[in-house]
């Protein structure tokens, strides 16, 4: 049986872990108190006679955290390779939502409200100019505005960190969950990571 190994993350860390930034690692409700997650990178073999002397602790225990789960280790075989100089472009923003996600601040608050960053490439990620549109897809329960602002104003703010590039255009941002984004949006776009962003 293929097995991984469970690594502690500190709280910043498991928070982005358990939204699928990370996808090295896979979150486990059953262990969350302890900040444990599987770390995908590292799987052995183990024979099924060593196994019967450990103890068992659920890693999953209903239907939606066994369906995250299987997404996380989905993603990690499957996630998309964006190209090294988009790498490159998005580095200042991918920077940002890692250092701020886990602040006490408004900034803060809107980050760990959001249930994922998705980038489309129009026409194509290898055409010679590329249109860029980030979706910032909230939490389906986040309220409307932070600190007073509106989540545009926020995303925004944050597509202002990205500098200018000969080959990516036009970077704009669209604030929505996941009840009402066009479902060939989410198939036509492609997760953004905070840890090696595919390299």
């Not at 690594?7 to 262990?31: C, I």
Request: net charge negative; glycine share 4%.
């Amino acid at each position: 049986m293929t097995m991984c190994p469970l690594v502690e993350v500190d709280e910043a860390q498991y928070s982005l872990v358990a939204k699928g930034y990370m996808p090295r690692y896979a979150a486990l409700p059953g262990v969350s108190a302890r900040r444990l997650v599987a770390d995908l990178d590292r799987s052995m073999t183990v024979d099924k006679t060593v196994m019967v002397r450990w103890e068992r602790i659920a890693g999953v225990s209903n239907d939606i955290e066994g369906r995250a789960f299987a997404l996380a280790l989905s993603r990690k075989a499957s996630r998309f390779a964006f190209p090294d100089d988009f790498n490159e472009y998005v580095a200042p923003l991918a920077k940002r939502l890692r250092e701020k996600h886990d602040k006490q601040s408004p900034e803060g608050n809107a980050l760990r409200a959001l249930a994922e960053v998705r980038v489309m490439a129009e026409p194509h990620w290898d055409a010679p100019e590329v249109d860029l549109t980030f979706y910032f897809i909230r939490e389906q329960d986040a309220v409307a505005e932070f600190d007073g602002k509106p989540w545009l104003v926020w995303a925004e703010k944050w597509m202002a960190l990205l500098t200018n590039s000969a080959r990516f255009k036009n970077p704009h941002p669209i604030v929505q969950d996941h009840a009402t984004m066009i479902v060939a949006e989410y198939l036509q776009s492609d997760q953004l990571d905070l840890e090696h962003l595919s390299a």
